[in-house]
């Protein structure tokens, strides 16, 4: 059984945490964020650190909620005090992606190239073959990103499209009779 929801969080240097009523505020230097909290849960903040206590009776909700909600506070802190990045790689001959203003254009292999607004708060760039997706919100960031893929996600013959950084796509060998030189 998982002990998460029992840790102690310290609020890193900078970062202002404010607790009103059930929504937890986090202000620091890269901006503001904000989570709204379940009823059975109490976060309290004691001499810079966090805790989340059940604020009512002991059952599997209570105790699930409790360490989805203190990772979910450790989120709002470092988004507020670093941000958080997730890089896309394109591969295929033809692909490319550019920026439009604040959005994406990418052209992927279909007849018109697909334009991905970026939500308020995200910060689209594109460098060569490189797509990087970066926000406050570390939810919101990994969805615009799983969105972006979702476009061409990569294809497990020739391994086009649209990937991770660093993520690794399994191939496939293809017609069993082209590989052994055809069967004429």
Do not use: C, W
């Amino acid at each position: 059984m998982s002990r998460v929801g029992s840790r102690v969080i310290s609020i890193p240097e900078g970062v202002e945490l404010t607790i009103v009523d059930s929504t937890v505020k986090a202000k620091g230097p890269k901006g503001e964020l904000s989570l709204d909290l379940h009823p059975a849960i109490k976060v309290e903040v004691n001499d810079g650190q966090v805790s989340v206590a059940k604020a009512t009776t002991n059952n599997k909700l209570t105790s699930a909620l409790r360490g989805t909600v203190i990772r979910l506070v450790s989120n709002l802190m470092t988004g507020v005090k670093d941000g958080f990045t997730r890089n896309l790689e394109i591969q295929g001959v033809g692909y490319r992606a550019s920026n439009k203003g604040k959005d994406l254009e990418l052209v992927v292999g279909y007849s018109h190239p697909v334009l991905i607004e970026a939500p308020e708060g995200i910060e689209l760039k594109v460098q060569k073959n490189i797509i990087s997706v970066a926000g406050l919100d570390k939810q919101l960031v990994g969805q615009v990103a799983a969105n972006i893929r979702s476009v061409r996600p990569p294809e497990p013959y020739k391994g086009k499209g649209i990937r991770y950084v660093g993520e690794h796509v399994r191939r496939k060998a293809g017609k069993a009779a082209k590989a052994a030189g055809g069967a004429a």
